[in-house]
């Protein structure tokens, strides 16, 4: 009697995981989904005519005059390194942060955002000005805190967009002249001595 006790309990055991099996297959798993952490700025590079990045004491403005940028601040200059500018808008741009750590609605004192390391600007043709504050650096200093003026949060952008942005404010992108040829003189040949 117990092996026939025993056999109906390990048939009872053997349907009831099979059957807890099949339930769990049926069961779609839960999937949490990431985050979507907003652009900063969305801007389409090809309406954008100016360029404007200040550090707590410099500032340089490049505007786009028939198609090349040109330096405004800190002096006028049309002998500007047009790719340095260029990618430097391209990435404020379409600048994507690498996640959300506030609202901007919080004390933004933390961040540095009251007083921030550079502001950087950007205008399209339409007249439209966006501005991006960049303020402290993270505690591992592979980020910095920046937002949007006027946006809904604080996110954290990579270090080296920041100082390219600082780069950009500290030295004008003044391109290297090309240098101009000169004209060489050919040697002086030796004039025939007159003989005696």
């Given at each position: 009697m117990n092996f026939r006790l025993t056999l109906v309990l390990l048939v009872v055991a053997v349907l009831a995981i099979a059957g807890f099996g099949v339930a769990q297959k049926q069961v779609p798993p839960v999937i949490t989904p990431t985050p979507v952490v907003p652009?900063?700025?969305?801007?389409n590079v090809g309406n954008v005519v100016?360029?404007?990045?200040?550090t707590k004491d410099k500032e340089?403005?490049?505007?786009?005059?028939?198609?090349?940028?040109?330096?405004?601040?800190?002096?006028?200059?049309?002998?500007?390194?047009?790719s340095k500018v260029d990618g430097v808008v391209g990435q404020l741009a379409n600048l994507q942060g690498n996640g959300i750590v506030a609202d901007a609605s919080a004390n933004l004192q933390p961040y540095g955002l009251t007083n921030p390391l550079v502001t950087a600007s950007l205008q399209t043709g339409d007249g439209t000005t966006s501005v991006v504050l960049i303020g402290d650096a993270t505690v591992n200093s592979n980020n910095y805190y920046a937002m949007k003026q006027g946006g809904p949060n604080v996110q954290l952008v990579p270090n080296s967009f920041v100082n390219d942005l600082v780069s950009l404010a500290n030295n004008p992108p003044k391109a290297t002249p090309t240098p101009v040829p000169t004209a060489t003189t050919p040697p002086a040949s030796a004039s025939p001595s007159a003989s005696s």
């Open positions: 652009p900063l700025l969305s801007l100016s360029l404007d990045v200040k340089t403005n490049v505007v786009k005059d028939t198609g090349k940028w040109k330096l405004v601040k800190p002096d006028l200059d049309t002998n500007v390194d047009q």
